[in-house]
T-cell receptor, first 111, second 116 residues
């Protein structure tokens, strides 16, 4: 059974810092891995999608990597801003085509 | 393009009642998925519909059901509500032109269901 774990559960850093969020999964048989952010009352926004054959994806200040063999992904946020404050969720499309979610990392960027 | 819309945004029901939630996908998107989010269990997949057919189903009891209409709009129904059904119900749509695994899902704001 696929399980997704995110560490840390919460993170508070001063504005301007670079930071890394971690995601791990137990079964390497995935189709893709996705990172989302969730803002209170606004649902989920897709940030990056990495296909199983890819190693990384970049969008602006965000960079996500994928290491299937070790069951790990990282989301790197450069030059963090207060607007980056949100809960970040990692999810994998498992072999049964279902999205399996991590519990999320709550990120607070202090001005 | 308008995003995914869900109605109603908030709902309060009592145990034993039933509820229907609605989701309108982004225009042109043919796949609609439903998720339940609770503080204890996090996000869990309920089911996915594509061209009016349920293509995938999560591990939820039969009280949870859904359907999709010819215009891709989808509804989910929960019968005989229990206190544990209190959750944020999220709907997501995707294009699914080239394959299930390649398409980004776009989420609606969710329906907050409270069961008293």
């Amino acid at each position: 059974k696929q399980e997704v774990t995110q560490i840390p559960a919460a993170l508070s850093v001063p504005e301007g810092e670079n930071l890394v969020l971690n995601c791990s999964f137990t079964d390497s048989a995935i189709y893709n891995l996705q990172w989302f952010r969730q803002d209170p009352g606004k649902g989920l926004t897709s940030l990056l999608l990495i296909q199983s054959s890819q190693r990384e994806q970049t969008s602006g200040r965000l960079n996500a990597s994928l290491d299937k063999s070790s069951g790990r992904s990282t989301l790197y946020i450069a030059a963090s801003q207060p607007g980056d404050s949100a809960t970040y969720l990692c999810a994998v499309v498992a072999s049964n085509y279902q999205l399996i979610w991590g519990a999320g990392t709550k990120l607070i960027i202090k001005p | 393009k308008a995003g995914v819309t869900q109605t109603p945004r908030y709902l309060i029901k009592t145990r034993g009642q039933q509820v229907t939630l609605s989701c309108s996908p982004i225009s042109g998107h043919r796949s609609v998925s439903w998720y339940q989010q609770t503080p204890g269990q996090g996000l869990q997949f309920l089911f996915e519909y594509f061209s009016e057919t349920q293509r995938n189903k999560g591990n939820f009891p039969g009280r949870f059901s859904g359907r999709q209409f010819s215009n891709s709009r989808s509804e989910m129904n929960v019968s005989t509500l229990e206190l544990g059904d209190s959750a944020l119900y999220l709907c997501a749509s995707s294009l699914l032109t080239s394959g299930r695994a390649e398409d980004t899902q776009y989420f609606g704001p969710g329906t907050r269901l409270t069961v008293l």
